[in-house]
Structures are given as structure tokens and as C-alpha cells.
């Protein structure tokens, strides 16, 4: 082969070799990634119907024609799995107040692979080196099942702190669409210790 014909099928190379990456490009979204902790509810949920008990001492009872409320008392994994056979895209508006991951909120995560030493979860620790890992697995698979079950002009509402603000918003951009984010609204807390003492920022 001679030098021209060598140096053409380079290029040819470098040519397909940039076709393949202009088209990776193309599908990748902006986003977030972590490594995807497996967890103990997982395989009940893949392997078990969840349901629903009623318990009638409990029953929230209504005689004056209006709709009726549904306490529903669990982890709130199944419980969201099991309005999804009920609710599916029926609700208007969702508020959550998750873990804030502060390494002393007493955060459990109950690891799929240490489940046989520690059956009910293990702390998630401010040192933790899956820390961040463990809160965007558990808040993932949870924002996603709350997500089939709003309406297209439903809402969620959200209470975090600055520990996992960024990726609660990240997180959130990946099951809800990026264009979905509607507002942030910053409260001040009493330095002192909260004693329900708040004020909202305003600009």
C-alpha cells in the first residue's frame, strides 16, 4: 500500500470514527449519574403483589357526601406501588419531606448486599462513601412510581436542605423533564435552632 493510499484509509478511519461519536452526542442528555445501590424492597416489589390492609379501628369515616381520605400507613415505597394499581395519574399534587441526608437525620438505607447482617438498613453516615449513592437510589426509585401517579397538570412539592439540594434537582430534571422545575423557595431557619421561627426570602 502506498502512502497516499495509507494516509486515505486513515482518514476514512478518523471520518467513522467521528460519525459514531457526532451520534452519541445526539443522544445524550444533560443529567445526573451514580452508582445505583441495589435495595431490600426491590425484590418485593419484583416478586410480591404489595397490598393494602385495611384496619378498620383505624377507618377514616365521612357521612357528609365528600370525598373520602385514605390514611395509609407503611414505607413509602410499597405504599406508592400500591396507589399506582388505584391512582395511576389521578393525583393533583404530591408533597414529599425526605431524608435530608445530613449524617444525622437517622437516614436508613437498607443495602440489598448487607441485608442478611443488618435486615433492618444500616445509618448513612456523614463519612459514607456511598452517602450520595444511597440518597439518589432511594430517591430515585420513589420519585419515579410518584410520577405515574400525577396527573399532566400535577404538581410535587418537595422540602430538602443544602445537603442534597443540587441533586435533588438533578434527580428530579432526570424523572420530571428539566423544563418541569418551577420554583425554589429558600426559608430562613432561627440560627439559634429552629424553633419555628421562618421567614421566605424574596426577590
Known amino acids: 500500500m502506498s502512502y497516499k493510499e495509507q494516509l486515505l484509509s486513515e482518514i476514512d478511519k478518523l471520518k467513522k470514527q467521528l460519525e459514531i461519536a457526532n451520534n452519541r452526542i445526539k443522544t445524550w442528555k444533560y443529567g445526573i449519574t451514580w452508582l445505583d445501590v441495589p435495595e431490600a424492597f426491590d425484590d418485593n416489589i419484583e416478586n410480591k403483589l404489595p397490598v393494602i390492609n385495611e384496619e378498620k379501628e383505624k377507618l377514616i369515616k365521612n357521612n357528609d357526601g365528600k ?62 462513601p456511598l452517602r450520595h449513592s444511597y440518597w439518589l437510589s432511594f430517591m430515585f426509585k420513589r420519585l419515579d412510581i410518584a410520577r405515574n401517579l400525577l396527573k399532566d397538570t400535577g404538581k410535587i412539592v418537595i422540602s430538602i436542605d443544602d445537603n442534597e439540594l443540587a441533586n435533588l434537582i438533578l434527580v428530579c430534571s432526570k424523572v420530571f423533564g428539566n423544563i418541569n422545575q418551577v420554583a425554589i423557595l429558600p426559608t430562613i431557619m432561627n440560627l439559634k435552632g429552629n424553633q419555628d421561627q421562618k421567614g421566605l426570602f424574596t426577590a
Open 67 to 128: 370525598p373520602t381520605h385514605i390514611l395509609i400507613e407503611g414505607d413509602n415505597y410499597h405504599s406508592l406501588t400500591c396507589l399506582n394499581y388505584t391512582h395511576k395519574e389521578k393525583i393533583d399534587l404530591i408533597y414529599i419531606d425526605p431524608p435530608y441526608n445530613t449524617g444525622k437525620d437517622g437516614f436508613i438505607y437498607r443495602d440489598k448486599r448487607i441485608v442478611d447482617k443488618f435486615p433492618d438498613g444500616t445509618l448513612v453516615s456523614l463519612d459514607s
